[in-house]
């Protein structure tokens, strides 16, 4: 016979593993005010190719000369 530990089942949870999930793993969370007036930085990508076009310039170049 096989000891289990004792996981109480939930039952709006369709799925058979995610009726043996803990209760908190289910759980929703809110989202906080601080999140609806963080500002989203648009220019991540431009940041990231300038970088990135930087280090490839001092790269190539570095090898040539």
């Not at 005010?33 to 280090?55: E, I, Q």
Request: include cysteine.
């Amino acid at each position: 016979m096989r000891n289990r530990t004792l996981v109480l089942t939930t039952e709006s949870a369709r799925h058979p593993f995610r009726q043996r999930l803990p209760a908190h793993v289910l759980r929703v969370m809110e989202k906080s005010p601080a999140s609806k007036a963080r500002v989203v930085d648009d220019d991540n990508d431009w940041k990231l190719f300038g970088l990135s076009f930087c280090a490839f310039f001092i790269a190539f170049y570095s090898f040539i000369s």
